[in-house]
């Protein structure tokens, strides 16, 4: 399983490996809520018998049951089979550089209650870790724990995560975390898997299961918040790199004598743009603009913002230099990969068309037509609770891919069954 190679305290799974019948069987049913097993046989091109072994195998794991009798084509009505998508709790944590929001979700991806608080997160990883233990349990407070019991939680860091090492984080990008994430508490409090990826990656996973990007194979999805991160899909999976450091396009150099980067580079992409440096820049701007409305209070990522949207000559420049900046990597990013999509998500994107338009610009300038003339630039449809939604995915993804493996998991965790 590749996902579990990411995974902190995942389910072994060495006598008990995926099988493609009973995933494809799963996942079918997943997709389509209620099938007779007939239709499943028919669908999949297997025979009844063989639809009745895996039904009968998956049955007691509780992601399926039997719901009633269904219209007869001739002869005996068929039984109805329907996947249980409240049978188990997932939790989906996203750690950005200045917050922390935590999802709980059912197997269908939906929202049964939502945490979210401001945090400095690069800056106090003990007070950081407290904080996703609180908002987990008061998740898991508003909801029936003993009827759908927590199977799983997912996680997305604001930094790199090597799939041969998921508990150590980058010292760059994150200092004063002494290079460990010490997550591995939430297993000990609730005896069940921890999976971890970037956050952009997991940005990634929610487009391509619930948002914008279903049906597409390859697209990226790039985080434009505090730093700036991309997630790529490529043939239908996510692309991490030999090392999990793959997407980290705001360390593309831009301008080689720009400005200094903490990653020890100069001219970084995120050294130009990102929530805090458009206020900067803004302030650098400001006596060029006397007429500007960001004379008359403190200038922050959202009174920018606000401006922007109001026309502001001075806001609506720096806008505008920013997503030149993003549009210059954007377009190498195509001329390389040719993506179908890219999807934009992070704080910048609430500025909507004022940043988007900009940067469709600047990558027509700067792209060969045959690699951009398809490519669709958008925002995500899924606002702010899109990666903590995507970490909730990477658990459902487990889950389908071997039901058996992770369905043992909750009969053996009295805190969370």
């Known amino acids: 399983m590749t996902l579990l190679r990411c995974a902190v305290g995942a389910p ?23 099938l007779s097993r007939a239709e499943i046989a028919r669908r999949l091109g297997i025979s009844r018998s063989t639809v009745s072994e895996i039904v009968d195998e998956l049955t007691p794991t509780g992601l399926l049951a039997e719901a009633g009798v269904g219209e007869s084509r001739g002869g005996r009505r068929p039984i109805v089979l329907q996947f249980q998508y409240d049978a188990f709790t997932v939790l989906g944590v996203d750690l950005g550089a200045t917050h922390v929001s935590v999802a709980a979700t059912d197997l269908r991806g939906r929202v049964l209650a939502w945490q979210h608080a401001e945090h400095p997160v690069q800056a106090d990883p003990e007070g950081t870790r407290d904080l996703v233990d609180r908002l987990c349990a008061q998740c898991l407070c508003s909801l029936d724990v003993q009827a759908s019991p927590l199977i799983g939680i997912g996680m997305g860091l604001p930094t790199p995560v090597d799939p041969r090492h ?55 999805f790039i985080k434009v918040a505090t730093g700036i991160g991309a997630g790529y899909f490529i043939d239908g999976r996510i692309y991490r790199g030999a090392g999990g450091a793959a997407g980290e396009v705001g360390h593309v150099t831009i301008d080689t004598r720009g400005i200094p980067c903490g990653c020890g580079n100069r001219g970084c992409l995120t050294t130009y743009v990102g929530t805090h440096i458009l206020p900067r820049r803004a302030a650098e701007l400001l006596p060029e603009y006397p007429r500007s409305v960001l004379h008359r209070g403190p200038i ?118």
């Open 300 to 417: 922050s990522m959202a009174s920018v913002e606000a401006a922007c949207n109001g026309g502001d000559p001075l806001a609506v420049h720096v806008v505008q230099e920013a997503a030149e900046h993003i549009g210059t990597v954007v377009a190498g990013m195509l001329n390389l990969m040719n993506p179908a999509a890219v999807i934009f998500g992070g704080t910048l994107c609430r500025l909507g068309e004022r940043l988007l338009t900009p940067i469709r610009e600047a990558v027509t300038r700067r792209t060969f037509v045959s690699a951009v003339a398809g490519c669709e630039i958008q925002t995500t449809a899924l606002g702010e609770r899109g990666i903590a939604i995507g970490a909730s995915t990477l658990i459902l993804e487990a889950l389908l891919a071997n039901p058996r493996a992770w369905c043992a998991i909750p009969s053996t965790n009295p805190r969370s069954s």
């Open 166 to 220: 998921p508990e150590r984080v980058s010292r760059i990008a994150l200092a004063r975390w002494d290079g460990v994430h010490g997550f591995e508490r939430l297993i000990d409090r609730y005896h069940v898997p921890l999976l971890i990826d970037n956050d952009a990656n997991l940005g990634a996973l929610a487009e391509y299961w619930w948002g914008t990007a279903r049906g597409l194979a390859n697209f990226t």
């Open 12 to 34: 072994k799974a060495t006598d008990d490996v995926p099988r493609p019948l009973v995933t494809a069987v799963l996942r079918l049913l997943w997709d389509e809520e209620h």
